[in-house]
């Protein structure tokens, strides 16, 4: 089956590189995507139950690290329970025109969830009162930002007036968890590098590439909820 569109995302693949095989939620049932209840009520397991310890993150390097946050708001739509992103703009300086969670770089003396709260809000003005936070999904590591991230995971009440900052914000998304799992949709690659082999996921829209770290979380995210 061939994959769908995507977008006009810069992909750096190097010369190196192979397909990755079907990830194990692939085979699961999906109908858990179309029911918010029962996503969070996995979720809510999921984050209460001992996550395994994330090999790649060496205490030693997330010591150095730049700790960072998003926010990953799920929220029912016209499509069924649905995930928010955005896309950066593109006169940005790191990451422009990626897909991503909003977040950002925590300030000093600031938790996981105030941080992911307050870049929600300043993104794209996500009220504070219509989240519920679930917990925080395994932290991530992107090495060529040099960031330790905390993903936080939560539910948005109702469908909130968004609004983008357009100083970071070019376009705000909604996309139906049940449209992530298609098969023409996700597929994932094995870059060799400098550090070694490394897997990079990838989730095809009509009009939009998701990869990169936002890639990895969206893997992890649909890997929690499709875990009965």
């Given at each position: 089956?061939?994959?769908?569109?995507?977008?006009?995302?810069n992909i750096?693949?190097?010369?190196?590189?192979?397909?990755?095989?079907?990830?194990?939620?692939?085979?699961?049932?999906f109908?858990?995507?179309?029911?918010i209840?029962?996503?969070?009520?996995?979720l809510?397991?999921h984050?209460?139950?001992?996550?395994?310890?994330?090999l790649?993150?060496?205490q030693?390097?997330?010591?150095?690290?730049r700790?960072?946050a998003?926010?990953?708001?799920?929220?029912?739509?016209?499509?069924?329970?649905?995930?928010?992103?955005?896309r950066?703009?593109?006169?940005l300086?790191?990451?422009?025109?990626?897909?991503?969670?909003?977040g950002g770089r925590?300030?000093?003396?600031e938790t996981?969830?105030q941080?992911?709260?307050?870049e929600?809000?300043?993104?794209?003005?996500l009220p504070h009162?219509?989240?519920t936070?679930?917990?925080?999904l395994?932290?991530?590591?992107?090495?060529?930002s040099?960031?330790?991230?905390?993903?936080?995971?939560?539910?948005?009440?109702?469908?909130p007036e968004l609004?983008a900052?357009?100083?970071?914000?070019?376009?705000?998304?909604?996309?139906?968890?049940?449209?992530?799992?298609r098969?023409?949709?996700y597929?994932?690659e094995w870059?060799?590098?400098?550090r070694g082999?490394?897997?990079?996921?990838?989730?095809?829209l009509?009009?939009?590439t998701?990869?990169?770290?936002?890639?990895?979380?969206?893997?992890?995210?649909?890997?929690?909820i499709t875990?009965?």
């Amino acid at each position: 089956m061939s994959q769908r569109r995507g977008g006009n995302q810069n992909i750096p693949r190097p010369d190196n590189w192979r397909l990755g095989d079907s990830p194990e939620w692939m085979n699961r049932d999906f109908s858990v995507l179309n029911d918010i209840e029962e996503i969070s009520r996995r979720l809510h397991l999921h984050v209460a139950s001992d996550l395994p310890v994330n090999l790649d993150l060496k205490q030693e390097w997330v010591a150095s690290s730049r700790p960072s946050a998003v926010l990953m708001p799920l929220l029912v739509t016209n499509d069924g329970p649905s995930v928010l992103l955005t896309r950066r703009a593109d006169h940005l300086r790191s990451h422009k025109g990626e897909i991503s969670f909003p977040g950002g770089r925590m300030e000093p003396d600031e938790t996981p969830l105030q941080t992911a709260l307050r870049e929600a809000h300043e993104e794209v003005a996500l009220p504070h009162d219509v989240v519920t936070i679930i917990g925080t999904l395994e932290p991530i590591a992107t090495f060529v930002s040099n960031s330790h991230i905390t993903p936080v995971v939560a539910l948005v009440d109702g469908e909130p007036e968004l609004r983008a900052d357009p100083g970071e914000v070019a376009r705000i998304m909604t996309v139906p968890l049940h449209n992530l799992a298609r098969q023409d949709t996700y597929r994932n690659e094995w870059w060799s590098t400098d550090r070694g082999d490394i897997n990079i996921h990838f989730f095809e829209l009509d009009d939009e590439t998701v990869w990169g770290a936002t890639g990895r979380l969206l893997h992890q995210l649909i890997d929690a909820i499709t875990t009965p």
